[in-house]
């Protein structure tokens, strides 16, 4: 038990570490850019009392906006309240979340499978490329991979002790994920069918688990509100859901190879432009909707062949990097986690069905993610709040075949 947790200490401490080092030789204190640059807008906005105001795609003036979740724009009003405008400690904030995600996988695996497989699953995500970049970037994955791995890791739990109070925590952790990126919004309606396959004829612990659904939508319903107030029309989580749809599902992605798969952005799509002169973010929004689902209907002959490219894109072991070195590492990462973590997905996906496990639901996460970027595409940082659950199972894998493979004594 001291060596264990002595190993998985000095795990923790590397992963932080390394991370530390690569934000150093990055500039620990560069300031954002792209997506990043919008959420400290808001934050600086929300700091100085002028309400949630930001600029959004085809509107540059800044405007009452929901064009960004607002997760990681309250975390870093906290920071920039404590500690002044500095983007340093939202980089160290970072790499801690990071280092709590490698923890949990470390315990979400130990509950799974075994303590070793947990020691292997926290020490690939310490070195884990992809987390290393996203440590540094000030976007909004470390929080959102935190928060979502606590939320599994919740359920996990349950297989022990299906208490209202690890139900509700899960939500907790949940609604604050999605509040922070919209992706696990999918995973809300699968709840009710993760219940009834694990608990299916208990039912003082079924109506317990659903606990972790009503306490998702506890935490965005208020925002889900604010929205409606603001804008006068039912909007989730953020004005994003049309343009990605539109962006996922053009003649450029399903005729243009360089882009099959991925995101043409809405200005490069022949007529977008003209239809949407003029319109405010949530008008354009519509339209993007409106645009993409008309199309859609056009092409249903090739819904196959556009899921196919995005599936086929997911799985490539390597994804657009800025440099030869970072293909490289993507390469070796997640080409080698994926074919192990496959088997371990099938299998335990199976087990867990059969055995009415509560681990089931990292399964309806995984699957639930999959299927959102099969609708929208598939891009580098939408995989990667994936990956660490298939960190777990091809961990999972590593253990099984050497068990298997090792000589005998």
């Known amino acids: 038990m001291k060596c264990t947790r002595a190993i998985l200490i000095a795990i923790l401490v590397a992963g932080f570490i390394i991370r530390l080092g690569y934000g150093v030789a990055t500039g620990l204190n560069k300031p954002p850019v792209s997506d990043a640059k919008e959420f400290d807008l808001i934050a600086m906005n ?19 906006t929901a064009y960004r979740a607002p997760g990681l724009t309250a975390t870093l009003v906290v920071w920039f309240r404590i500690f002044g405008h500095r983007h340093d400690v939202v980089r160290v904030a970072n790499m801690l ?6 923890l949990l996988l470390f315990l979400i695996a130990s ?41 599994i890791w919740c359920c996990v739990r349950a297989h022990e002790k299906p208490t209202a109070g690890t139900f509700v925590l899960a939500g907790l952790f949940l609604g604050a994920a999605t509040l922070t990126r919209a992706n696990t919004l999918l995973l809300l309606p699968a709840i009710p069918v993760w219940a009834a396959i694990v ?71 022949p007529g977008f432009n003209e239809a949407v002169a003029g319109l405010g973010e949530v008008e354009r929004n519509e339209k993007a909707k409106q645009i993409a689902v008309a199309w859609l209907k056009e092409h249903r002959a090739d819904w196959p062949r556009l899921a196919w490219y995005k599936f086929r894109r997911f799985c490539l072991p390597t994804l657009e990097q800025p440099s030869l070195a970072r293909k490289l590492a993507m390469m070796l990462s997640w080409g080698p986690v994926l074919l192990l973590a496959v088997p371990a997905f099938v299998v335990t996906l199976v087990q867990y069905v059969r055995d009415r496990h509560p681990g ?5 996460l995984v699957l639930s993610g999959v299927a959102g970027m099969l609708v929208i595409y598939v ?29 005998s004594r």
Do not use: C
């Open 46 to 64: 929300l700091l100085h009392g002028n309400g949630y105001r930001g600029i959004s795609w085809g509107n540059p003036e800044e405007h009452l």
């Open 97 to 102: 979340y990071d280092t709590g995600t490698a």
């Open 111 to 151: 509950r799974l499978f075994s303590t070793h497989t947990g020691l292997i699953a926290a020490a690939v995500f310490a070195v884990w490329p992809v987390a290393i970049f996203h440590a540094v970037s000030l976007e909004a994955e470390p929080l959102f991979i935190v928060l979502e791995v606590a939320s």
């Open 199 to 269: 608990y299916w004829r208990k039912w003082p612990a079924f109506a317990r688990s659903l606990l972790v659904l009503i306490a998702a939508v506890a935490v965005i319903g208020p925002w889900t509100y604010r929205n409606y107030v603001v804008f006068g029309k039912f909007i989730p989580i953020v004005t994003l859901d049309g343009s990605n749809l539109l962006m996922g599902n053009n003649d450029i992605v399903l005729n243009d190879p360089k882009f099959q798969g991925r995101e043409a952005l809405e200005d490069k799509i």
């Open 360 to 364: 089931l639901m990292m399964h309806l």
């Open 379 to 407: 891009i580098p940082r939408y995989r990667y709040t994936l990956e660490p659950f298939f960190i777990v199972l091809a961990a999972a894998s590593v253990e099984f075949l050497w068990n298997k493979l090792r000589p």
